[in-house]
């Protein structure tokens, strides 16, 4: 697509359109989260997560299937279900999940408001967040943070990331034949109380 005007997509991604991005490493964050569950000996590891176009979300997927396979770790499809980015993704997964003949020990929530919907079916349902089951998502939120238990997540470089973009912007408003940058910023890892030791 021709824009008229220099522009700069900030946490998105996709392949082949030559636009300058500015993104969190997303295959480093599915990969973190699904290390902290296997290092705490968790073997049967669901991820809920959202259909998309946008690499941010499949890169995700990508880095949790990468360590299960580093760790000869069955990648389950009845484990994996993308919905919907929001909270009634998280809540009726949960509840999926649990009714399966061999539920999973611990769950990858692949934003915030699938986290939510998570906590949500956890407490309706009896299931101690960190004893009956683990949970990590991605995005730090105030439930993941206030709540109990805390919630281990991802932490993205959200203000880096918009500061980034910035630069990048006035740099090619001032000199339109810039090259063509993809910046990927690490992610941070937010251990809290969500993960239980097998």
Same mark, same amino acid.
């Given at each position: 697509?021709?824009?008229?005007?220099?522009?700069?997509?900030?946490?998105?991604?996709?392949?082949?359109?030559?636009?300058?991005?500015?993104?969190?490493?997303?295959?480093?964050?599915?990969?973190? $989260?699904?290390?902290?569950?296997?290092?705490?000996?968790?073997?049967?590891?669901?991820?809920?997560?959202?259909?998309?176009?946008?690499?941010?979300?499949?890169?995700?997927?990508?880095?949790?299937?990468?360590?299960?396979?580093?760790?000869?770790?069955?990648?389950?499809?009845?484990?994996?279900? $993308?919905?919907?980015?929001?909270?009634?993704?998280?809540?009726?997964?949960?509840?999926?999940?649990?009714?399966?003949?061999?539920?999973?020990?611990?769950?990858?929530?692949?934003?915030?408001?699938?986290?939510?919907?998570?906590?949500? @079916?956890?407490?309706?349902?009896?299931?101690?967040?960190?004893?009956?089951?683990?949970?990590?998502?991605?995005?730090?939120?105030?439930?993941?943070?206030?709540?109990?238990?805390?919630?281990?997540?991802?932490?993205?470089?959200?203000?880096?990331?918009?500061?980034?973009? @910035?630069?990048? $912007?006035?740099?090619? $408003?001032?000199?339109?034949?810039?090259?063509?940058?993809?910046?990927?910023?690490?992610?941070?890892?937010?251990?809290?109380?969500?993960?239980?030791?097998?």
């Amino acid at each position: 697509k021709n824009w008229s005007k220099p522009c700069i997509i900030v946490d998105r991604y996709r392949r082949g359109e030559g636009m300058n991005t500015v993104l969190a490493d997303n295959f480093q964050g599915g990969q973190m $989260l699904t290390q902290e569950l296997v290092r705490a000996g968790h073997k049967k590891i669901a991820l809920i997560s959202a259909h998309s176009w946008a690499t941010t979300i499949s890169d995700r997927l990508d880095g949790y299937r990468s360590v299960l396979q580093e760790h000869h770790i069955p990648i389950r499809e009845d484990y994996i279900i $993308l919905d919907e980015f929001c909270n009634r993704t998280g809540y009726e997964s949960i509840v999926k999940l649990m009714q399966l003949p061999d539920p999973p020990t611990a769950v990858v929530a692949a934003n915030n408001l699938i986290c939510i919907g998570c906590i949500q @079916a956890c407490q309706e349902l009896g299931l101690r967040i960190g004893e009956d089951l683990s949970l990590v998502g991605y995005d730090d939120h105030e439930l993941a943070q206030y709540g109990y238990p805390g919630i281990t997540v991802i932490r993205q470089p959200a203000v880096e990331m918009g500061r980034q973009a @910035a630069m990048d $912007l006035l740099a090619r $408003l001032n000199n339109e034949n810039l090259p063509v940058v993809k910046r990927t910023m690490a992610v941070e890892l937010i251990r809290r109380k969500s993960v239980k030791q097998l």
